[in-house]
């Protein structure tokens, strides 16, 4: 069923595929070569009209008994005609010429020359000698396709017992120490899932490739050997043209976001040494070593974030920047108490409003104003913080 369906998509790109090259004008692909490309219509016959008509007329004059009819030039007023005998095979137009950006007559010679040497390798192909070649070429393509499917088959195969063996041996789970984070059936699935995807993968390629060749070896196929080329490559150019136009941004991002890692490393060891008093600074106390970290880590975070983010793909689309100011909204909108309580506890820090072994209590009723006392021993001698009660009698301490 997979490769009905591979064969259908094929199919469809081939007929697809003259469709999206008239957007650009309409190629003239004579045995698998594109002559030019004829890009204005003429009178009542569209760019892709005249190309086809010029082709249908190239295909007749290929033909043996058409061998003697050489190419000639007959210039007019307006337009110049190319004319195989008494045939005119195709009008060079001023507009034709404005297109390429070149005289009239120029155009015209050039096409003659090139037609002509189109013609005079056409015809060389299409004897009993070269027919003869290109059908034991594709014969031996086929004996090799037929080979390549079948070792895909035996590899699958293969491949499915050994998973099936590791899968019964149990070493397919993935475990992280004695927690299982992934079964061996469901690990098991999973690779048999992934050797179906690069099976069809390779069938695929097999029979592009094989289609390619096929078509290569007859001149009277060549032409569909191009457009089923065109079909398939010719879409991926746009993207490895991005992708090569985009790989520096991809070395900015990578050295931004090397700097910002080094530096979070290194100010993690300086905060860690004044925390563990191994390191000194005048006026900075050991207990705010960890905040101290972790805003320095996020300032150098949000400086790297605002530094990436010209390089991102899509970071100047209209798109990314409503998306971007949506969320800056929501979390505008969603954190305000959060901050309020973080900004609280930075100033409770750095103003040493506690310190470590402190312990607080909050007792409002005057019911709750007995003394209080730490169940947990403590080595360090530590204060008791108590909120205000209603009467003098309320304060008590431990």
């Not at 010029?54 to 295909?59: D, Q």
């Not at 499915?160 to 789970?173: I, Q």
């Not at 976001?257 to 905060?271: D, E, G, H, N």
Request: with cysteine; aromatic share 10%; hydrophobic share 50%.
């Amino acid at each position: 069923m997979s490769n009905r369906l591979m064969n259908v998509l094929l199919v469809c790109l081939l007929l697809a595929a003259p469709a999206r090259a008239a957007d650009a004008g309409a190629p003239v692909i004579f045995h698998g070569s594109v002559l030019f490309t004829v890009r204005v219509p003429f009178g009542p016959f569209s760019a892709e009209q005249r190309a086809q008509t010029l082709l249908a007329r190239l295909l007749r004059l290929a033909e043996p008994a058409e061998a003697d009819h050489r190419l000639v030039i007959a210039a007019g007023d307006t337009s110049t005609e190319i004319l195989a005998g008494d045939t005119v095979l195709m009008v060079v137009t001023d507009a034709d010429a404005a297109a390429e950006q070149r005289q009239r007559d120029e155009l015209a010679a050039a096409r003659v020359e090139m037609l002509n040497g189109a013609l005079l390798a056409a015809r060389l192909t299409r004897g009993k000698e070269h027919v003869i070649l290109a059908t034991v070429h594709a014969a031996l393509a086929t004996i090799a396709v037929i080979a390549v499917l079948l070792s895909l088959r035996l590899g699958r195969r293969y491949l499915r017992r050994r998973v099936e063996a590791w899968r019964s041996s149990g070493r397919l789970a993935l475990r992280l120490q004695n927690a299982e984070l992934v079964s061996g059936p469901r690990m098991a699935l999973t690779m048999e899932r992934g050797i179906a995807i690069g099976n069809a993968i390779l069938w695929s390629l097999a029979y592009y490739a094989y289609l390619l060749a096929v078509f290569s070896f007859f001149p009277s196929t060549r032409q569909y050997g191009a457009l089923l080329l065109n079909a398939v490559l010719v879409p991926f150019f746009p993207a490895w043209r991005a992708l090569v136009d985009y790989l520096p941004n991809v070395g900015v991002i990578a050295v931004v976001v090397l700097v910002a890692t080094l530096l979070i490393r290194l100010l993690r060891f300086i905060f860690d040494a004044l925390g563990q008093g191994s390191m000194r600074f005048e006026g900075f106390h050991p207990d705010w070593s960890d905040t101290s970290y972790k805003i320095a880590r996020f300032l150098i975070v949000a400086f790297a974030a605002v530094v990436i983010f010209p390089y991102l793909p899509g970071a100047g689309s209209p798109a990314f920047q409503a998306i971007s100011i949506f969320l800056g909204v929501l979390f505008s909108f969603g954190s305000g108490a959060a901050i309020s309580n973080i900004i609280a506890g930075v100033v409770l820090t750095y103003t040493r409003a506690f310190s470590v072994g402190d312990r607080c209590a909050s007792m409002t009723p005057k019911a709750m104003c007995s003394p209080r006392r730490s169940s947990r021993p403590t080595s360090a001698p530590s204060r008791t913080w108590w909120s205000r009660c209603p009467t003098p009698s309320c304060w008590a301490t431990t």
